[in-house]
């Protein structure tokens, strides 16, 4: 801190600061400070006709202030939200000693400062629900100026509202950015929603390692770390499907979790390189059940969240109300291109994504060349909800094989507002066919595909065991918080989303390596 440039403003913060601890105020106390009203809860139960007042202590930041000589008002931000406090000298000061009002409040408190303050609760002459100020009690000084939005001539200063500093100092932009918080806290409903769905259902939420040996159950390029005492590399976790199918061998008749999961790969509006996923794994189920499973689901959480089966994201109005159409993924490639995929080789792939300007590596086999069709062709076209099934099976090597069809694997992936939300199957609990299609990964990787999975032998040993049909279905939660909160990128329902270095603490970096 000694070699840190500060501001004017700073240095004039640092200063109160001292001036309070001379005047044997502690500007970080210890003690517990007992709250007994939150601001919304204050507005909402208030009563004229109550008498005496109602006496409450509340605490939270000082946003603004209007120092008007013997009285003044500050409004003061807690955990729920704003509420005035009206502060009169002579109350707060009865005796001959007025420093806390000419001196601590009204020179040395600043926005931002969190205090408590004691009195009791009563309407002004304009109508404003408000507390009095008995008492006042500097609770933590802030030393850096909130950037608190100022109007000069009908337009704003200072606002807070460069994403870059945004997302990097989130406690600032939670705290001077209204509807930032709401976010979050619709968040965390949309969590604990499709919990109480899953446990109404009987299925047991999990935890499932980080650390990995294998990095499987996606296809995906991982984050990779050394363990000194085993002298082994691990891999972060880009999914959490194989230890949780181990699971269901085990006994479980379903489990879920909620797993952090870390693929190394770009980042953009829609992908963090690290995220949230929800699995879940049903046994004596299929695809059909889950679809229906699925849209069940949303429609519950989106009434939880929201009070309404619809939102509105950009300018699209987004239904979740069950039931939610299926279209085969042959069909819908068919349907907005007028090519059929069916019994295309390879080389028919990849000349039709050469003829359509569709990028592709030569290391891609048929399925990500048809996932690559679908991608760029396709998926940006269902808005509305919609279930993409019957997948071939060069796509799905961890799918059980159509019951109709073996070209085709029972598969769906749950489009909405031109994104994937959901990944689902049957899946597959034949270790031959399964170890087969890990050795079809293989030849990938030797092709020179980063993201093709590795032969995990220990779940290839769990299916030998016996694993009894299931049904197991991938939620992005980032993505849902995305839909459910109306927001158009990712780095808005993540709290501390990934950010490149600052430019000066790179520069410092780079001067220290010197």
């Given at each position: 801190m000694a070699n840190q440039e500060l501001s004017e403003q700073e240095i004039v913060r640092r200063n109160s600061m001292e001036a309070l601890r001379q005047r044997g105020i502690e500007p970080y106390p210890a003690p517990e400070y007992v709250v007994t009203g939150h601001s919304v809860e204050i507005k909402e139960t208030f009563s004229d006709d109550l008498t005496p007042p109602r006496e409450v202590t509340v605490a939270g930041r000082i946003m603004s202030r209007r120092i008007m000589g013997k009285a003044s008002f500050m409004e003061l931000q807690d955990s729920e939200g704003r509420i005035q406090v009206y502060v009169s000298r002579d109350d707060l000061c009865p005796?001959?000693?007025?420093?806390?009002?000419?001196?601590?409040?009204?020179?040395?408190?600043?926005?931002?400062?969190?205090?408590?303050v004691k009195g009791f609760v009563f309407r002004t002459q304009t109508g404003e629900i408000s507390v009095h100020a008995q008492e006042i009690t500097v609770l933590s000084?802030?030393?850096?100026?909130?950037?608190?939005?100022?109007?000069?001539d009908g337009k704003a200063y200072d606002a807070f509202t460069d994403p870059e500093q945004r997302y990097r100092m989130r406690y600032v932009d939670l705290v001077v950015n209204n509807g930032v918080k709401e976010i979050f806290l619709k968040r965390t409903r949309m969590f604990n929603s499709m919990r109480e769905y899953f446990n109404s259902h009987g299925y047991v939420e999990v935890e499932t390692p980080i650390l990995q040996a294998i990095p499987g159950g996606a296809s995906a390029r991982p984050f990779i770390t050394h363990h000194n005492a085993l002298d082994i590399p691990l891999y972060l976790r880009i999914a959490d499907e194989?230890?949780?199918?181990?699971?269901?061998?085990?006994?479980?008749e379903g489990v879920y979790e909620f797993s952090k999961n870390f693929r190394n790969e770009g980042m953009d509006r829609n992908h963090n390189p690290e995220f949230t996923c929800m699995e879940i794994y049903v046994s004596y189920k299929d695809y059909n059940w889950m679809m229906t499973f699925t849209e069940k689901m949303l429609e519950k959480i989106c009434l939880d969240v929201n009070g309404t089966t619809e939102v509105k994201v950009g300018d699209n109005t987004i239904s979740?109300?069950?039931?939610?159409?299926r279209v085969t993924m042959t069909q819908a490639i068919l349907d907005k291109t007028g090519f059929?995929?069916?019994?295309?080789?390879?080389?028919?792939l990849r000349a039709f994504c050469k003829e359509n300007g569709i990028e592709v590596d030569e290391s891609f086999g048929k399925g990500k060349l048809i996932d690559e069709i679908f991608g760029e062709k396709c998926e940006g076209t269902y808005i509305q909800p919609t279930f993409i099934i019957d997948y071939p099976i060069e796509m799905s090597p961890l799918t059980k094989r159509h019951r109709n069809d073996p070209r085709l694997t029972e598969r769906f992936e749950l489009m909405v507002n031109g994104k994937e939300l959901a990944n689902a199957y049957s899946e597959l609990n034949d270790p031959i066919d399964q170890y087969e299609r890990f050795v079809d990964q293989m030849r990938l990787a030797d092709k020179g595909d980063d993201e093709a999975m590795i032969i995990d032998a220990d779940f290839i040993r769990a299916l030998e065991y016996g694993m009894p049909p299931t049904s197991g279905m991938g939620i992005g939660m980032d993505r849902l918080a995305m839909l459910m909160t109306g927001q158009s990128t990712i780095q808005e329902v993540l709290l501390f989303p990934q950010m490149r270095p600052e430019k000066k603490q790179a520069k410092d970096n780079d001067e220290e390596e010197k």
């Amino acid at each position: 801190m000694a070699n840190q440039e500060l501001s004017e403003q700073e240095i004039v913060r640092r200063n109160s600061m001292e001036a309070l601890r001379q005047r044997g105020i502690e500007p970080y106390p210890a003690p517990e400070y007992v709250v007994t009203g939150h601001s919304v809860e204050i507005k909402e139960t208030f009563s004229d006709d109550l008498t005496p007042p109602r006496e409450v202590t509340v605490a939270g930041r000082i946003m603004s202030r209007r120092i008007m000589g013997k009285a003044s008002f500050m409004e003061l931000q807690d955990s729920e939200g704003r509420i005035q406090v009206y502060v009169s000298r002579d109350d707060l000061c009865p005796g001959e000693d007025k420093e806390m009002y000419n001196v601590v409040f009204k020179k040395l408190l600043d926005i931002g400062d969190f205090i408590g303050v004691k009195g009791f609760v009563f309407r002004t002459q304009t109508g404003e629900i408000s507390v009095h100020a008995q008492e006042i009690t500097v609770l933590s000084k802030s030393l850096r100026p909130l950037p608190i939005v100022k109007m000069k001539d009908g337009k704003a200063y200072d606002a807070f509202t460069d994403p870059e500093q945004r997302y990097r100092m989130r406690y600032v932009d939670l705290v001077v950015n209204n509807g930032v918080k709401e976010i979050f806290l619709k968040r965390t409903r949309m969590f604990n929603s499709m919990r109480e769905y899953f446990n109404s259902h009987g299925y047991v939420e999990v935890e499932t390692p980080i650390l990995q040996a294998i990095p499987g159950g996606a296809s995906a390029r991982p984050f990779i770390t050394h363990h000194n005492a085993l002298d082994i590399p691990l891999y972060l976790r880009i999914a959490d499907e194989l230890y949780l199918k181990r699971l269901i061998v085990g006994g479980f008749e379903g489990v879920y979790e909620f797993s952090k999961n870390f693929r190394n790969e770009g980042m953009d509006r829609n992908h963090n390189p690290e995220f949230t996923c929800m699995e879940i794994y049903v046994s004596y189920k299929d695809y059909n059940w889950m679809m229906t499973f699925t849209e069940k689901m949303l429609e519950k959480i989106c009434l939880d969240v929201n009070g309404t089966t619809e939102v509105k994201v950009g300018d699209n109005t987004i239904s979740f109300k069950a039931p939610y159409p299926r279209v085969t993924m042959t069909q819908a490639i068919l349907d907005k291109t007028g090519f059929d995929i069916t019994g295309k080789s390879e080389e028919e792939l990849r000349a039709f994504c050469k003829e359509n300007g569709i990028e592709v590596d030569e290391s891609f086999g048929k399925g990500k060349l048809i996932d690559e069709i679908f991608g760029e062709k396709c998926e940006g076209t269902y808005i509305q909800p919609t279930f993409i099934i019957d997948y071939p099976i060069e796509m799905s090597p961890l799918t059980k094989r159509h019951r109709n069809d073996p070209r085709l694997t029972e598969r769906f992936e749950l489009m909405v507002n031109g994104k994937e939300l959901a990944n689902a199957y049957s899946e597959l609990n034949d270790p031959i066919d399964q170890y087969e299609r890990f050795v079809d990964q293989m030849r990938l990787a030797d092709k020179g595909d980063d993201e093709a999975m590795i032969i995990d032998a220990d779940f290839i040993r769990a299916l030998e065991y016996g694993m009894p049909p299931t049904s197991g279905m991938g939620i992005g939660m980032d993505r849902l918080a995305m839909l459910m909160t109306g927001q158009s990128t990712i780095q808005e329902v993540l709290l501390f989303p990934q950010m490149r270095p600052e430019k000066k603490q790179a520069k410092d970096n780079d001067e220290e390596e010197k």
